[in-house]
């Protein structure tokens, strides 16, 4: 099924380890996004990719960082978890034009002890 | 400080009635707004949109109203069923914000009963 597919679904940390989330897409997108979405505070971007060979900053970058390998792939990486970083993240990607709407992944449960 | 609020982190409805599901924003220069349904263990699905050129979309139960002055929009549900029992998200772009970033609200749960 075309879409955005998130890996893994679920990872518990150990404080101080470090993973990486992967995001695949295979509709052509041009932009690609990582959100984390904690209660009450909705979903806040962490970094996006607005093309391919380009990343950037989101609103709360700090402990994170990206890769875009390419058209299809963005990942994103924790050089070492800390519990605040426990949160649901979500991949998702779009065209990158204003009027268009963003497809998301299912999500990657993590949490960090 | 968060651009894009929902301040009713809840809302319960019995089926058949309208839900209304309000947003207020405070960056002037959002101009596109977005309405996300969420339900448990499953990303984001978007529902429907409204431009700011606009004050009103409807797509089938479904309305979005847009009041720039006051900088609120409301989605409205007519009639809720059980299946529109899920999370909503409110969202904002601005036409010079690079890579069509979007700036989510804190979201609304809504409960149909049946």
């Known amino acids: 099924n075309a879409g955005v597919t998130q890996t893994p679904k679920f990872q518990v940390l150990k404080t101080g380890q470090s993973m990486t989330l992967q995001c695949a897409q295979d509709?052509?997108?041009?932009?690609m996004y990582w959100y984390r979405q904690d209660p009450g505070m909705g979903l806040r971007l962490i970094y996006y990719?607005?093309?391919?060979?380009?990343?950037d900053k989101g609103e709360v970058p700090n402990g994170y960082n990206v890769s875009r390998l390419n058209k299809r792939e963005f990942s994103l990486r924790l050089e070492s978890a800390a519990p605040s970083q426990t949160s649901v993240y979500f991949c998702?990607?779009?065209?990158?034009?204003?009027?268009?709407?963003?497809?998301f992944g299912s999500g990657t449960r993590l949490t960090v002890v | 400080d968060q651009q894009v609020k929902q301040n009713s982190p809840s809302l319960s409805v019995q089926e058949g009635r309208i839900s209304i599901l309000n947003c207020d924003y405070t960056?002037?220069?959002?101009?596109?707004f977005l309405w996300y349904k969420k339900y448990p263990a499953e990303g984001p699905t978007f529902l429907i949109s409204?431009?700011?050129?606009?004050d009103k979309n409807e797509d089938g139960r479904f309305t979005v109203f847009l009041n720039k002055s006051a900088k609120h929009l409301s989605l409205h549900i007519v009639p809720s069923q059980p299946g529109d029992s899920a999370v909503y998200f409110c969202?904002?772009?601005?036409?010079?914000?690079?890579?069509?970033?979007?700036?989510f609200g804190g979201g609304t749960r809504v409960l149909v009963k049946p």
């Open positions: 969202a904002a772009s601005a036409i010079k914000a690079a890579g069509n970033k979007l700036t």
């Open positions: 990719s607005a093309s391919e060979g380009t990343t």
């Open positions: 998702a990607s779009g065209y990158g034009q204003h009027n268009y709407g963003y497809t």
């Open positions: 960056n002037s220069m959002f101009d596109y």
């Open positions: 509709m052509n997108h041009n932009s």
């Open positions: 409204i431009s700011s050129i606009k």
